[in-house]
T-cell receptor, first 115, second 116 residues
Framework: DPKIIQKPKYLVAVTGSEKILICEQY?????MYWYRQSAKKPLEFMFS???????DNQTASSRFQPQSSKKNHLDLQITALKPDDSATYFC??????????????FGHGTKLSVL | GDSVTQTEGLVTVTEGLPVKLNCTYQ???????FFWYVQYLNEAPQVLLK?????KRTEHQGFHATLHKSSSSFHLQKSSAQLSDSALYYC??????????????FGQGTSLSVVP
């Protein structure tokens, strides 16, 4: 069973619309992240949250807003969508402070296509 | 800034032959950890190898890598490629001195295709 659930798996949106990408993790981790994978670009760090607080933000645009309603949830709201936002968005989690667990666990991603 | 370079976008190798995926980096971090992530088709990326010790070989699932700080490299190798190794491989680095060690910097990725 997947331990990090991302919904939906595929998403098609029109330019200018707003979408929310859902992420839930059942690994008991305290830190959650969003990464983006655009065509022909490496996986790119977007946000990190720890205990539901924003720790780091590498996304220039305020159109991307993470939302954490519970410790194991980190959704991503994207407003005023643009075609350049088309990418696969990966949610990830980790448990900082435990050397044996110093790694990211990724969800399967949400593939967003903006027309 | 910090960066990871994977020079090959696609590597094709015949089953049973050795394979090497290159990874070099530039970083200002003093204490660093390196990872190789593998992403199989329609799957999530997952850790294959991890290392933070200079000149120490790390092995997993037949793959091995050695961090060489003198040459800023962390190449991935396998002596005998298998068809099931076909996947996308990412090299990544992280600063382990700060609390945000999981803010990984990824390379472009190398697609490995193992053919019969």
């Amino acid at each position: 069973d997947p331990k990090i659930i991302q919904k939906p798996k595929y998403l098609v949106a029109v330019t200018g619309s707003e979408k929310i990408l859902i992420c839930e993790q059942y690994l008991g981790h305290n830190a959650m992240y969003w990464y983006r994978q655009s065509a022909k670009k490496p996986l790119e760090f977007m946000f990190s949250y720890s205990y539901q607080k924003l720790m780091d933000n590498q996304t220039a645009s305020s159109r991307f807003q993470p939302q954490s309603s519970k410790k194991n949830h980190l959704d991503l709201q994207i407003t005023a969508l643009k075609p350049d936002d088309s990418a696969t968005y990966f949610c990830a989690s980790s448990q900082p402070g435990q050397p044996s667990n110093e790694r990211l666990f990724f969800g399967h991603g949400t593939k967003l296509s903006v027309l | 800034g910090d960066s990871v370079t994977q020079t090959e976008g696609l590597v094709t190798v015949t089953e049973g032959l050795p394979v090497k995926l290159n990874c070099t980096y530039q970083t200002t971090y003093l204490t660093i950890a390196f990872f190789w992530y593998v992403q199989y088709l329609n799957e999530a990326p997952q850790v294959l190898l991890k290392s933070s010790t200079d000149n120490k070989r790390t092995e997993h699932q037949g793959f091995h890598a050695t961090l060489h700080k003198s040459s800023s490299s962390f190449h991935l190798q396998k002596s005998s490629a298998q068809l099931s190794d076909s996947a996308l491989y990412y090299c990544a680095l992280s600063d382990i001195a700060s609390s945000s060690f999981s803010k990984l910097v990824f390379g472009q990725g190398t697609s490995l295709s193992v053919v019969p």
